[in-house]
């Protein structure tokens, strides 16, 4: 094994809990983030799952996040704790992430495809931020996610129309 990056772009921005030796902003091409997720196992129950981001295929869209790299002696541990804490419908992905430094290296980042079992798909904003702000699981409340990635985002001067939006609704809707 070497040296692996992997790119966050929900709570491995804010809470990667793995050792790694080095993070910069990053970012991912050809993807927008969605809260098209459900989640029934951290911000959610299966009665009342919430919603949490994966990436959609859009190519003329650039997805912000963090970059961590792994070094290569804990790169299997690392993953196999990956996998377990991110279990609901994401599947890992290797490509190519845009390091700000201006390197490109391959990486690797988890991503729940459409169709699979936990997904919810797209639906109105308004609709997506009623059921962030009622939804709350084993890893806390669902608003707090959203509200933990806006501030993450804002400290990467990252924008995210989608996110942010989702953000404002929210707290129009007393959230
Ligand atoms: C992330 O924070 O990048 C992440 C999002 C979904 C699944 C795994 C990780």
């Keep these: 094994m070497s040296p692996l990056w992997v790119f966050g772009y929900g709570s491995l921005i804010w809470r990667p809990d793995f050792a790694f030796i080095d993070a910069q902003p990053a970012k991912l091409p050809g993807y927008s983030r969605r ?3 459900g989640s029934h196992d951290h911000r959610g129950v299966p009665e009342r799952p919430g919603r949490v981001v ?3 295929e859009d190519v003329a869209a650039n ?3 963090m970059a961590y790299l792994i070094e290569a002696e804990i790169v299997e541990s690392t993953f196999e704790q990956l996998d377990y804490r991110e279990k609901n419908g994401y599947e890992r992905l290797v490509t190519d992430l845009h390091l700000v430094s201006g390197t490109r290296v391959p990486g690797l980042v988890y991503i729940a495809a459409p169709g699979n079992f936990a997904y919810l798909g797209e ?8 059921q ?5 699981g084993p890893s806390g409340r669902n608003i707090e996610y959203l509200h933990e990635l806006a501030q993450a985002l804002r400290r990467l001067e990252a924008h995210d129309e989608h996110v942010f939006a989702l953000e404002s609704l929210t707290r129009e809707l007393g959230g």
């Design 54 to 56: 994966t990436l959609i």
């Design 123 to 130: 639906a109105p904003l308004d609709e997506i931020a009623r």
């Design 132 to 136: 962030i702000l009622e939804a709350e």
């Design 35 to 37: 809260f098209w997720q």
């Design 63 to 65: 997805c912000h996040g």
